[in-house]
């Protein structure tokens, strides 16, 4: 049987609220610390912040029981073994990651502990990062023995989160003693040997007793490389695929076919070769830009994440292009934007292609109404209503008399649109999808001119193929 334990967690955000749930969901007793009050408010009055399968039931299941709320770090450090660290590391100016949070996160629980704790770098943070909490500590007087410092990066996605969480490819510990490193095999044993799996109401997954979680123990640095390699790893991949999405409509083949074909090799894979508007979300640009820091500031030539930015970042702009060359010019036509958030089923907005193209699209004069089905209340925030930018409550009021639709994001609700129904709301049946969510000779049987990423496009009735825009 696992043993029970006590741990703090710093930060309620996506990773931090999951990963507090999910340790309270596995047996141990769970305090979440944030300093920001609306947020615990809400979360202590049975609200949930972010739009995450699973999540509101498993809150509602250990909320007030094995799962607290609170701003005060000091009580929540006290009586705790383990404190995860689970805030922000955004860009920094110079591509760097932004370490000020986990800084005073640090400073804060030096001041606090009173006896030994093992504190947990769960952030995505560079290498020697778990170095510098150790000196931190000690410049606030810390003795040595009072703690040991862990690196335990997450790969968690948002949208399936909790299942991420619970039923891990791998979960890294990156510990330079071996009593650290036990207390974290104690915390994950429930996962490595399978006994959450056959508890009652246990979120399914992939992993079961006879295939549970695998653990992966390295020295700090090793854990801290992973992270950051393996996000920039699957960066690389879209962009790989996008670049070849473009090779692909050059040459007139089709980008889904040429996935297909590359992913069936299973030394390659199939999964992250989606060819679109290339990668957003608040990790893989940061950490692309940050991991190519380390590498600069270590000598080390790895100009290849450079370029894995610049095919990213030339995505949005033939996009754009896309819907210039499908519509002539831009200003005063009525687009139906779909989809606001950088990904499918999650309301999270940072670093959105959909925001960025909805932005340049408003810039060229167009009359823009988008529909999401979880990210409009955010999306307000940096887009808000005004005569051009209007919001629709469901994506069919969005397409009305619409000069085109674009999607943007690849919501599965979006890839089960009603063609019929969609053809008769808008002005022209124009549809550019930014997330190849249909085939063109499905659109075309539909009556739509269909334009895509990587494939040709295919025209209705009477319209012939388009000029191509100038860039
Ligand atoms: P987030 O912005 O959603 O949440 C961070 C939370 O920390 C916020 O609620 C904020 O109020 C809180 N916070 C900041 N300073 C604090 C302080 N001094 N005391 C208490 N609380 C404080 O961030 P996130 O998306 O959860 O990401 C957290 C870290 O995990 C980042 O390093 C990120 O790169 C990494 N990560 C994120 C994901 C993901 O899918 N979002 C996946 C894996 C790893
Ligand atoms: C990503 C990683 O997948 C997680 O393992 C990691 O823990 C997390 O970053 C992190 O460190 O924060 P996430 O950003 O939630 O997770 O979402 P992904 O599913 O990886 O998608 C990222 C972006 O790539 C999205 O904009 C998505 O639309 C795009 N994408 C993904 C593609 O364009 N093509 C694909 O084939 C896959």
Redesign the pocket.
């Known amino acids: 049987m696992a043993r029970q334990v006590s741990i703090c967690v ?7 609220l999951v990963a507090a749930a999910c340790f309270a969901d596995m047996g141990h007793k769970v305090t979440c ?4 009050e609306a ?1 615990v408010k809400l979360l202590c009055d049975g609200g949930v912040p972010i739009f995450e399968e699973h999540l509101p039931e498993l809150l509602a299941k250990h909320r007030g029981r094995s799962v607290t709320f609170t701003t005060d ?1 000091g009580r929540a450090v006290e009586e705790s073994e383990a404190v995860f660290i ?4 955004p860009q920094g100016d110079s591509g760097a990651a932004d370490l000020s ?1 986990v800084e ?2 640090v400073a ?1 629980i030096a001041r606090m502990i009173k006896n030994y704790k093992v504190i947990v770098e ?3 943070v560079p290498v020697y990062t778990n170095a510098w909490i150790r000196r931190v500590l000690h410049r606030h007087g810390v003795e040595k023995d009072r703690f040991d410092v862990v690196s335990n990066p ?5 949208g399936t ?1 909790v299942v991420d969480f619970l039923h891990p490819d791998r979960i890294v510990v990156g510990a330079s003693e071996e009593h650290s490193a036990e207390l974290l095999r104690q915390i994950y044993e429930p996962l490595t040997e399978g006994s959450y799996y056959t508890q009652p109401g246990a979120v399914p997954g992939c992993c079961n007793t006879a295939h549970p979680a695998k653990m992966l123990v390295t020295t700090t640095q090793s854990a801290e490389i992973i992270k950051h390699a393996s996000n920039a790893f699957l960066a690389m991949k879209i962009s790989f695929i996008n670049a070849v999405a473009n090779l692909a409509e050059a040459v007139d083949a089709d980008i889904e076919d040429i996935a297909k074909g590359i992913g069936l090799d299973s030394r390659i894979g199939p999964r992250f070769l989606r060819a679109g508007l290339g990668y957003g979300g ?2 893989f640009p940061k950490d692309v830009a940050a991991f190519h820091w380390v590498a600069q500031e270590r000598g080390v030539n790895f100009q290849l994440l450079d370029e894995v930015r610049k095919i990213n970042e030339t995505q949005r702009e033939i996009f754009f292009n896309k819907v210039r060359s499908a519509l002539w010019t831009l200003r005063g036509k009525r687009l139906a934007a779909l989809g606001l958030a950088f990904k499918g089923e999650t309301d999270d907005i940072r670093e959105s292609p959909s925001i960025e193209i909805i932005k340049k699209l408003l810039q060229a004069g167009a009359i823009v109404t988008a529909y999401d089905p979880a990210a409009i209340e955010r999306a307000k925030q940096t887009l808000p209503p005004d005569t051009n930018m209007k919001y629709a409550a469901n994506l069919y009021e969005a397409a009305k008399d619409a000069d085109a639709v674009l999607i943007l994001t690849d919501w599965k609700e979006f890839a089960a649109i009603d063609l019929e129904r969609l053809n008769q709301a808008v002005r022209f049946p124009i549809l550019i999808d930014g997330r190849n969510l249909y085939k063109p000779d499905e659109m075309q049987k539909h009556g739509f001119t269909y334009v895509s990423m990587g494939r040709q496009a295919s025209y209705q009735g009477q319209e012939g193929k388009p000029h191509k825009m100038p860039a």
């Open positions: 710093i930060g309620s955000g996506y990773v931090g610390v944030d300093n920001d947020r770090l689970a805030v922000g590391t949070y005073a996160v804060e769960k952030s995505t997450e790969f968690l996605r948002e989160a608040s990790c």
